[in-house]
């Protein structure tokens, strides 16, 4: 089987982290796969020998999602954003998958609505009309009015086979985050959440006892760093670590690492984190799907300051659901300051914590799309 999945990241790298998740268990199966990228390159993450088809990257400015810019910061014209979808339906009609999986369209991503369109509208006249997904995460940025949740419903219906959702609905079903009417229920096809398979202990034990601190891949999350150190120096029993992230981290880690007290280590973001959790006192984070999920796995206690700029509230959200579990604090950014941090760090219990959540999201998609494709060539 053949498998395409296509995503676009704008602001962070989940996005694209999960569909290379995606994508190495589909080459597990012994699937054949391509990633098609339509964001900008990230070195720090492992593709592998995945296929990837780069598209002329765009990312956010900043949170304002509609505003699309280029690597080199410049507004992205209507001429470049034209070459994206010729070059995205080329790489359909060159690949010639058996699936396609769109990452968030068409719930979200809709100023890439164009070049995802051209992309269906070219898949369903091929003569094996590959099968067609929508994958989204657990939590959804809810829609701003009905129409786009009615627009939403009559893509899937006209184009869609099936809405991949990589959730444990016990936890957070969509209905959480989105409207979900009977139609689009018929679509529905819960995986798990999609994580890689657990990380193996440190031997060397780097980052055993200490309080991590993280904000992502992206270029935001100052505030948390800035905060950490200050609560570093209200903890001189605790060890902090901070791992920066982003294009800019070396230009962070020097400044932050000018001001850290003894007892805060400051660093660049690192490969090991997942094993480094294993160790941790407590994790200190956004609340992103991925990192969300590296905590959970590893069971880590965890102080989580969702990402909350301009409309975004799906952090918030899935921030809110997992402080319900044992282990877990939301502390909003509003009501971060240091004292606060501090204090939630020092009231976490000892880890590690223990969990039933559903992590084999990769291996049920790869089933379920199985399926599906079987289902049509009966």
């Given amino acids: 089987m053949r498998v395409m999945i296509v995503v676009t990241h704008l602001l962070g790298t989940g996005h694209l982290s999960r569909a290379l998740t995606l994508a190495r268990a589909y080459k597990k199966a012994g699937h054949r ?3 098609v990228s339509g ?4 070195p720090v993450l492992d593709t592998g020998d995945i296929d990837i088809g780069q598209l002329p990257p765009v990312r956010s400015d900043g949170v304002d999602f509609a505003r699309l810019l280029t690597a080199n910061a410049s507004r992205a014209s209507a001429q470049y954003m034209q070459a994206r979808s010729t070059l995205l339906v080329a790489h359909l009609v060159r690949f010639r998958p058996d699936v396609i999986i769109t990452e968030l369209f068409p719930f979200g991503r809709r100023i890439l609505a164009k070049e995802f369109t051209a992309l ?5 006249v091929q003569l094996n009309r590959p099968v067609i997904c929508a994958s989204v995460r657990d939590i959804l940025a809810p829609p701003s009015k009905p129409a786009k949740a009615a627009e939403t419903e009559t893509l899937i219906g006209d184009f869609y086979d099936a809405v991949l959702v990589h959730s444990d609905p016990t936890l957070t079903p969509l209905n959480d985050s989105w409207p979900v009417s009977d139609d689009l229920q018929r679509h529905l096809q819960y995986t798990g959440f999609v994580a890689p398979p657990p990380a193996a202990a440190q031997a060397d034990g ?3 006892g200490d309080v991590l601190v993280s904000a992502g891949g992206g270029d935001v999350g100052a505030y948390i760093y800035e905060t950490a150190l200050q609560a570093a120096r209200l903890t001189p029993e605790l060890r902090w670590r901070l791992l920066v ?3 800019k981290s070396a230009q962070h880690v020097e400044t932050l690492a000018a001001t850290a007290p003894q007892n805060a280590i400051v660093e ?7 094993q480094m959790l294993l160790h941790a006192r407590a994790s200190v984070s956004m609340c992103g799907y991925n990192t969300a999920l590296d ?7 965890a102080v989580f300051i969702p990402f909350d700029e301009g409309s975004e509230v799906e952090q918030s959200l899935r921030a809110r659901a997992l402080s319900r579990q044992e282990g877990r604090c939301l502390l909003a950014r509003s009501d971060l300051t240091a004292e606060r941090l501090a204090a939630a ?25 199985d399926w599906l494709r079987a289902q049509t060539n009966d």
Avoid: H, W, Y
């Fill in 33 to 35: 796969v391509m990633v």
């Fill in 39 to 42: 964001g900008m390159p990230v």
């Fill in 120 to 124: 269906l509208e070219k898949a369903v």
């Fill in 206 to 208: 780097i980052g055993a």
């Fill in 245 to 247: 992230g982003g294009s």
């Fill in 268 to 274: 660049a973001a690192r490969p090991d984190f997942r």
């Fill in 295 to 301: 905590i959970l796995q590893a069971g880590t206690p």
């Fill in 345 to 369: 760090v020092r009231d976490l219990p000892q880890g590690p914590l223990s969990n039933d959540t559903l992590f084999n999201g990769a291996q049920r998609t790869v089933e379920i799309t």
